[in-house]
């Protein structure tokens, strides 16, 4: 199996943090790039973070200086710190592995922001 699977998702108050995971497959893992994509309702999909092989990353402007992604190659896993969240992070959040047009998709992992 090589779908993406996270956790972590939840329930937390503005100004709270939460930790969401990715666990892929050695190999998709060792091989493909990995990313944090979120999706309101309503709007489109959108990057908020992305590591490569190599532990270079990328995050979207809104959430730049908030948001850690990270990845521990032993436990192909990638890790997405998120701080200081916001009414508007409520989103599904995807995880992803990419290499060129190849892409593998998580399912999806709820992340609420309310008071």
């Known amino acids: 199996q090589v779908q993406p699977v996270e956790s972590g998702g939840g329930l937390v108050q503005p100004g709270g943090s939460l930790k969401l995971s990715c666990a892929a497959s050695r190999i998709i893992f060792s091989i493909y790039a990995m990313g944090w994509y979120r999706q309101a309702p309503g709007k489109e999909r959108e990057l908020v973070a992305a590591i490569t092989r190599g532990g270079s990353t990328n995050y979207g402007d809104s959430v730049k200086d908030r948001f850690t992604v990270s990845r521990d190659n032993a436990k192909n896993t990638v890790y997405l710190q998120m701080n200081s969240l916001k009414p508007e992070d409520t989103a599904v959040y995807y995880c992803?592995?990419?290499?060129?047009?190849?892409?593998?998709w998580g399912q999806g992992t709820q992340v609420t922001v309310s008071s």
């Open positions: 992803n592995a990419a290499y060129g047009t190849y892409n593998y």
